[in-house]
Structure formats: structure tokens, C-alpha cells
């Protein structure tokens, strides 16, 4: 009895050891950890109305500008359709200038000619000075009569077109309206959170549904403050993610961001140097092979260990 008691006192401590030592070599590799991250946005309505359509469940892969609501817009289409029927009666009350001087013109040519065959019987002594007066002075009010027409007809030209030009902001104001009545995704990704259904009533502001870009995937790891000169934009460095088994799965990683002020450790990350208060925030670009997910731990090794 004594000789197994000693034999399970040494084979126990010798498992401590191995452990002690995989410990050892596993926090040797790993410089830093941290949880992955996407980039989510909250899509939220842009109109109001009731929504007719939302063909999203949470799960649901949806790409870049997809539609995937509608928000009801009859009353929008219906004053579109009003403006558009203001913008023809507007086209139809401007007057056609050259039609309207037309008749003045014919008057002013018909005078010219009788001042010409005044002036001819005058050199004949057949008529007096007066009646050649009486010519000019009528084609003088003729003149000034086209001009005044004239500047009338282009001023309500001018008011007509400003009218139109006004309704035509209008039109484009509710074009856009109509627009923002489609709901669509603004990134390609998969639908985390579904806030809202199908029948009931939008808001502008309300939220509809998060998406995430969930295949390119943020580490957020911590680093000390001596392990910043080991590190720079775009280095190329291995993740590590927890595949469930004895051993975590290896990616490749890009850092793309480094803070630049340092904070307390969060209570949930380990760093290589427990002792440090103050770290360091990275951001490391992994591509997401669809085994990742938001919110799972991984470990960073910055540079090959032998």
C-alpha cells in the first residue's frame, strides 16, 4: 500500500509538471490577448410610414445596398404626381413671346412702309411735312408699345420659370423621400439583431436591424508599454482562436490600428507581463473563415518564437 501510495504521489507530480510546463511554453508564445470584433451598424428608418416589407431574420447573410424593406409611400407618390401635374400646367401659361409681338411687328413693318411712301410723295410736293410727322410719331408709339409687350412677356416668362424651378426642387425632394423608403443593407454581412416586423410603424431615427461584416473580423488586444517597439502599422502577425480542442487554430493577422494613449488593463485580458497597469490597445485585421465569432478570445503572437 505504502509503494502505490508513493507511485500516485510521483505520477501526480509529474502531471503538475507537464502542466506547469505547457503554461509555461503557451504564455511564452503569446505576447497579448483580446476578443474579436466586427464592424456593426445599426440601420435605422429614414421615413415614416408603415412598414410593408422586411424580408431580414437574424442569421441572414445580406450583401452591400440589398434591399430588403419597403416603408409604405402612397402619400408620397401621390404628391409627386400632384407636382408633376403643377410643373405642366405651369409650362402650358408661358406665353410664346414671338406669337404675342407677332402682331405689333406686322404693324411697325406696315408703318415703315407708309413713312417710306410718305417721304417718296413729299420730294413730289403731293403731301405736306405734317402727315410725314403723323407717320413717325405712329411708328414711335408702335415701337415703344413692342418694347413694353416684350418686357412684360419676359417678366411673367421669368416668374412662370421660377415657379417651375420651385416646384422642381419639390419633385426632387420627394424623389429622395421615395428613395430612403427602401430599406437596405449599407455592408455586406449577417443580420446580428431584427428590432422591428413587418406592419408596423417606422420612425425616422427608429431602428430596424444591426448587421455585421463578419468575414473580416477586429482582434482588440492589449499590449505592454515595452512591447510598442516590437510592433508598427501593417506588420503581419498570428492569431490564435480557440477552435473548441487541445489545440487553437492558427490565422494570419494584419495590425491596423495602435492606440495612442495607454489605459488600465481591462479585468478580462491577461497580458505577457501581468504586473502592467498600463497597456496598450491594438486593432489586428483577421480574415473570418466562418469559424470566428464576435466576442470569442484569442491570443496574438507578435513575432516567430523558436
Known amino acids: 500500500m505504502k509503494m502505490q501510495y508513493q507511485a500516485i504521489k510521483i505520477l501526480i507530480a509529474i502531471c503538475l509538471l507537464a502542466m506547469a510546463s505547457s503554461c509555461k511554453k503557451a ?11 466586427a464592424t456593426e ?17 437574424e442569421g441572414n447573410e445580406v450583401l452591400e445596398n440589398q434591399k430588403v424593406g419597403i416603408i409604405d409611400s402612397v402619400q408620397l407618390y401621390l404628391k409627386k404626381q400632384q407636382l408633376l401635374a403643377s410643373s405642366k400646367s405651369l409650362q402650358h401659361r408661358k406665353p410664346d413671346i414671338n406669337k404675342q409681338l407677332a402682331a405689333l411687328q406686322q404693324q411697325i413693318s406696315t408703318a415703315k412702309t407708309e413713312i417710306k ?4 410723295l413729299l420730294k413730289a410736293n403731293a403731301v405736306n411735312q405734317k402727315q410725314l410727322d403723323d407717320a413717325n410719331a405712329q411708328l414711335a408709339v408702335l415701337e415703344k408699345q413692342q418694347t413694353a409687350l416684350k418686357s412684360s412677356l419676359e417678366l411673367t416668362n421669368s416668374s412662370i420659370s421660377g415657379e417651375e424651378e420651385a416646384v422642381g426642387l419639390q419633385i426632387e425632394q420627394l424623389e429622395d423621400q421615395l428613395r ?11 443580420v446580428l439583431v431584427k428590432y422591428a416586423q413587418a406592419g408596423e410603424l417606422a420612425l425616422p431615427g427608429k431602428a430596424l436591424f444591426k448587421v455585421a461584416d463578419t468575414k473580416n473580423l477586429v482582434l482588440r ?28 487554430k492558427e490565422y494570419a493577422g494584419t495590425i491596423s490600428w495602435i492606440a495612442s494613449k495607454a489605459e488600465f488593463t481591462p479585468k478580462t485580458i491577461q497580458t505577457r507581463d501581468e504586473r502592467a497597469n498600463l497597456v496598450y490597445a491594438v486593432k489586428i485585421s483577421v480574415k473570418n473563415d466562418g469559424l470566428l465569432k464576435i466576442g470569442m478570445y484569442g491570443n496574438v503572437r507578435l513575432s516567430q518564437k523558436k
Do not use: H
Request: negative net charge.
Open 117 to 120: 411712301r410718305v417721304e417718296n
Open 27 to 37: 504564455s511564452d508564445n503569446v505576447d497579448a490577448t483580446g476578443t474579436f470584433e
Open 41 to 57: 451598424v445599426i440601420v435605422s428608418s429614414e421615413a415614416m410610414g408603415k412598414i410593408i416589407w422586411l424580408d431580414i431574420e
Open 180 to 190: 430612403k423608403c427602401y430599406i437596405s443593407s449599407p455592408i455586406a454581412g449577417v
Open 221 to 248: 488586444a492589449y499590449i505592454s508599454s515595452d512591447q510598442l517597439t516590437q510592433i508598427k502599422l501593417g506588420q503581419q502577425v498570428t492569431v490564435f482562436a480557440d477552435s473548441g480542442e487541445s489545440e487553437s
